[in-house]
């Protein structure tokens, strides 16, 4: 219900940020922490040509409308908390009506991935006498492909 979009820091530097943070901000917006996400995007604030990250900080919250008298008390949470990450910092407030919000859960599967539903795969050893083939598999069918390549 909560999202927290930060812009010109890196996305391990928001993950971290949110396993650290994401408790305390569910508790100053009064809401259960599965209604707090971060999202980080892989993009650069810019300013006259010139990149940003990790200097200028922008952090765009959209939060229902009724959780809006609880603005100040968290833009002083999310600045004072990042500005070990960030030399400037501003913190923007998209609000929206509780009903303009849409989802759909899959009551099957756990609403998020954490430690411990997390699948952790180890790299298969292959069978004995069996490599990996490095070679070219269209050896032999370049020809082919050129043909359709011309034709397209």
Do not use: C
Not at 24 to 52: C, M, R, T, W, Y
Not at 96 to 125: A, G, K, T
């Amino acid at each position: 219900m909560v999202t927290i979009t930060i812009y010109g820091l890196d996305q391990y530097t928001v993950g971290h940020y949110s396993k650290d943070h994401t408790k305390n901000l569910a508790d100053l917006f009064e809401v259960d922490e599965d209604d707090i996400n971060f999202v980080a995007p892989e993009a650069f604030v810019i300013h006259k040509g010139v990149e940003q990250t990790s200097w200028n900080a922008i952090v765009k919250v959209n939060a229902p409308q009724d959780l809006e008298p609880l603005q100040e008390k968290i833009a002083h949470y999310l600045i004072n908390t990042l500005k070990d990450f960030s030399i400037h910092l501003s913190v923007e407030f998209v609000y929206y009506h509780r009903h303009d919000r849409y989802e759909s859960i899959n009551e099957d599967y756990p609403r998020f991935l954490d430690e411990s539903n997390l699948v952790n795969v180890e790299d298969e050893e292959l069978p004995e006498g069996e490599e990996l083939y490095e070679g070219n598999i269209f050896e032999g069918y370049q020809e082919q492909l050129d043909e359709i390549y011309k034709e397209k």
